[in-house]
């Protein structure tokens, strides 16, 4: 039991700290494409939210292949850290909590992160031998 929940825990975290590089990574190539060209972000707003999804889905994606077990388990828990991560920076950094539309971006978040974990836990792990 100890060993599965070690697992299942670092497995999590392999999925928030996925999320966090594409974010990252993101962050810096659209920053870049700001800074030196005349993009404004209005304009690439769209297209910001959507690569924010999909960096959630593959961090569920990633701690489900990696848990092997309970993909939307491990996948919700994966989003809901993350979720609950960006709500201590903004609340702790800026003293607000999430606005009603950032909730329900969270809430979808959560919920994307389990499709991921869902779907890593079937394409990734392969057949289970007990």
């Known amino acids: 039991m100890k060993i599965e929940?070690?697992?299942?825990?670092?497995?999590?975290?392999?999925?928030?700290?996925?999320?966090?590089?594409?974010?990252?990574?993101?962050?810096?190539?659209?920053?870049?494409?700001?800074?030196?060209?005349?993009?404004?972000?209005?304009?690439?707003?769209?297209?910001?939210?959507i690569i924010s999804f999909f960096s959630v889905f593959a961090g569920g994606f990633i701690c489900g292949g990696?848990?092997?077990?309970?993909?939307?388990?491990?996948?919700?828990?994966?989003?809901?850290?993350?979720?609950?991560?960006?709500?201590?920076?903004?609340?702790?950094?800026?003293s607000a909590l999430f606005t009603p539309e950032q909730l329900v971006y969270h809430i979808c978040y959560i919920l994307t992160a389990m499709m991921g974990g869902v779907l890593g836990v079937n394409i990734l792990s392969g057949p289970v031998h007990n």
Not at 13 to 26: E, F, K, P, S
Not at 66 to 93: D, R
């Open 5 to 49: 929940a070690k697992k299942l825990g670092a497995s999590i975290l392999y999925g928030v700290i996925a999320i966090l590089l594409l974010g990252v990574v993101t962050s810096m190539i659209f920053s870049l494409i700001l800074h030196f060209t005349e993009t404004q972000e209005k304009s690439i707003n769209l297209l910001i939210t």
């Open 66 to 94: 990696k848990g092997k077990q309970k993909g939307w388990l491990i996948g919700g828990a994966t989003g809901l850290v993350y979720s609950l991560l960006i709500l201590m920076y903004q609340y702790l950094g800026h």
